[in-house]
């Protein structure tokens, strides 16, 4: 059974730009790396030569794991998505217990997920702590720094 990978239609057009310029302008330099370490003679004792390899091997690693997420993508409609109780693409206001302090998450799959944009995913501990959860519910999350407790205050799409 696939994976699945939850993604909305902008994240999904940014994987599949980033894939087709891995395969275009990625796989060009990566070659042209090679060629010119490959014309600085003996390859043997070239490092130059054998660093250019490793980066195409990785190049081809991340091409293979963006086809990867391509093809076990998901694309979610979020003008379909209910708002009572948190899911992926909630907009989720919670409230830290022991603090007082109010914040907002987007809960996104992994590829999109960005702490800097308070985008996080779904199968992070405070986002698995949120999943299901109704307004005015507390959540129990177990983090790496020890158990939090997050109130609901507010859950919307879009």
Known sequence: MANYIYLTQGGFDKVKADLEELKSNGRQEAARAIAEAR??????ENAEYDAAKDAQGLLELKISELEQIISNARIIDESLLDDSKVAILSNVTIKNLKTGKEITYKLVSETEADARQFKISVTSPIGQGLLGKIRG???????????MEFEVIEITIG
């Open 137 to 147: 519910e507390v959540a129990l999350v177990t983090t790496p720094g020890g158990q």
């Open 39 to 44: 014309a600085q003679g003996d390859l043997s």
